[in-house]
């Protein structure tokens, strides 16, 4: 084989093994940072996976908040009106964060169904509502603030 060809023949295995070795490197690096979200009534049915970082959007029971007196847990129920999950949380919950609002979980499904929430999100004013919760709604026949079509 020629010197040139043969050095030009290492270049580009080289370049290919690099490439594919980044690539794979990023691949790994972001599978774990990757939540999905399911509307409750998608968790209720099974569909949601157990023991994986999930997001859950719905609106907040009413009368479903209970507060701790000790720490800072909370717990209450997000739904779609078509299923309900339970949540728990420690830590402070957003201002906007109430009865009958709408939210995103961020956290781990357990295996009794409770979603052990890192991180809750409220929307920010009467008219927001975030992407995902307001199409969940709108599946099951529900406009953004709860009220039957």
């Given amino acids: 084989m020629h010197p040139v060809r043969r050095q030009r023949l290492l270049l580009v295995l080289f370049v290919v093994v690099f490439s594919s070795a980044a690539i794979g ?3 790994y690096g972001l599978r774990g940072n990757i939540n999905l979200f399911f509307p409750p009534a998608q968790v ?4 949601a ?5 999930i997001r859950v959007g719905g609106m907040v029971v009413d009368g479903s908040i209970e507060r701790s007196a000790e720490d ?12 309900e999950v339970p949540v728990v949380y420690t830590g402070i919950l957003p201002d906007l964060f109430g009865e009958g609002q709408g ?11 409770v979603l ?4 809750v ?6 008219n927001y509502m975030p992407p995902e919760v307001a ?6 026949g529900y406009d953004h603030s709860g009220v039957p079509k």
Avoid: C, I, M, W
């Avoid at 999100?121 to 009467?126: G, I, Q």
């Fill in 25 to 27: 490197l990023v691949v």
């Fill in 44 to 47: 209720v049915a099974g569909e």
């Fill in 49 to 53: 996976p157990v023991g994986q970082p």
């Fill in 72 to 83: 800072l847990s909370v717990r209450f129920r997000l739904t779609d009106y078509s299923g």
């Fill in 103 to 113: 939210a995103v979980a961020s956290g781990v499904l357990n295996d009794n169904g």
């Fill in 116 to 119: 052990e929430a890192t991180e």
């Fill in 121 to 126: 999100l409220a929307k920010h004013d009467e």
């Fill in 135 to 140: 199409e969940a709604l709108e599946q099951s």
